[in-house]
């Protein structure tokens, strides 16, 4: 109760912010994007999780205007990298309450807008669970996003309601392997269920990404099985603006 009220107001005290954590392309060593992540500083607090908060702002119509402002600070953030010669895509993730609750194609293309980035700059995280409700609602809004050149990426893939049966209606450019596959991919059964995974993934042309990469263990496995795109505490935690800006520089 206290946490949801104090929710109402942090927008408007300004104690959201964002932090981007690096995606890794391990064949030919590069950055190929971020994703936001958003942090909430409560002044009494201090630092409270958005696996604590968002779930509470999907409880409400509060989670709207949460996304939009998220949307709009990652796509101004993207804006400025492309400007200074970054031009790396920004991953946001969504809500699946949202997609029920409003327009996200509608959304999406105002912020869009108002910031003019790039669409092919802009990439957005769904999940599983989004497809368990008024599944042709979702396709069509992601459908209408696609078309504005903003790319869709299945985030932790593999854990909830298997969507498997649904990837080929879904509109989809990339699957975020779920960080489980990458704790336990030193069990040979847990790798059969990978490689059928990015095989699938290929003959139907969507990229995967593995979450949690954490050891080199982890991208030695990974890359034996074909997966060369990689998110996690091996190549960087998320960071601040300011940590980001002092350490894309030194990259190359
Ligand atoms: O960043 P962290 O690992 O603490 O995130 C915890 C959970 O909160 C993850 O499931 C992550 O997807 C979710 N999360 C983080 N930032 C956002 C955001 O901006 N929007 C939404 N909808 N979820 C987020
Ligand atoms: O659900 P989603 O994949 O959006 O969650 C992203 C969350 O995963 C972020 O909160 C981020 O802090 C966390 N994360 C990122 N890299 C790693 C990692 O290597 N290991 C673990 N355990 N968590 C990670
Ligand atoms: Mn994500
Ligand atoms: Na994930």
């Known amino acids: 109760?206290?946490?949801?009220?104090?929710?109402?107001?942090?927008?408007?005290?300004?104690?959201?912010?964002?932090?981007?954590?690096?995606?890794?392309?391990?064949?030919s060593h590069s950055l190929i994007g971020f994703e936001a992540l958003i942090r909430w500083h409560h002044?009494?607090?201090?630092?409270?999780s958005p696996g604590e908060f968002i779930p509470i702002a999907e409880e409400s119509?509060?989670?709207i205007p949460l996304t939009k402002w998220i949307l709009k600070t990652a796509c101004i953030q993207a804006k400025q990298w492309d400007s200074e010669g970054y031009h790396l895509p920004v991953s946001v993730n969504l809500s699946s309450s949202h997609f029920r609750a409003d327009n996200v194609a509608e959304l999406v293309r105002t912020v869009l807008n108002e910031?003019?980035?790039s669409p092919h700059l802009l990439e957005l995280e769904i999940t599983e669970s989004m497809m368990l409700y008024d599944l042709n609602n979702v396709i069509e809004q992601l459908q209408a996003i696609r078309s504005l050149g903003v790319k869709i990426a299945m985030d932790d893939f593999g854990t909830g309601y298997s969507s498997i049966g649904l990837l080929d209606q879904i509109p989809l450019d990339t699957l975020k392997l779920d960080r489980v596959f990458t704790r336990n991919i030193d069990t040979k059964s847990k790798r059969a269920i990978v490689r059928?995974?990015?095989?699938?993934?290929?003959?139907?042309?969507?990229?995967?990404?593995?979450?949690?990469?954490?050891?080199?263990?982890?991208?030695?496995?990974?890359?034996?099985?074909?997966?060369?795109?990689?998110?996690?505490y091996f190549y960087a935690k998320p960071?601040?603006?300011?940590?980001?800006n002092e350490w894309l520089p030194r990259l190359s």
Request: glycine share 4%; charged share 20%; hydrophobic share 40%.
């Open 115 to 117: 910031t003019e980035l």
């Open 1 to 27: 109760f206290e946490l949801q009220k104090d929710l109402q107001s942090a927008l408007d005290y300004e104690q959201f912010y964002l932090v981007y954590q690096p995606k890794w392309n391990t064949l």
């Open 239 to 244: 960071m601040k603006v300011s940590d980001i």
């Open 196 to 232: 059928a995974i990015i095989l699938m993934a290929e003959s139907l042309q969507i990229q995967v990404i593995a979450e949690g990469v954490e050891t080199q263990e982890h991208v030695d496995y990974l890359t034996q099985l074909g997966c060369h795109y990689m998110q996690g």
């Open 43 to 48: 002044p009494r607090d201090g630092l409270i």
């Open 61 to 63: 119509s509060y989670i």
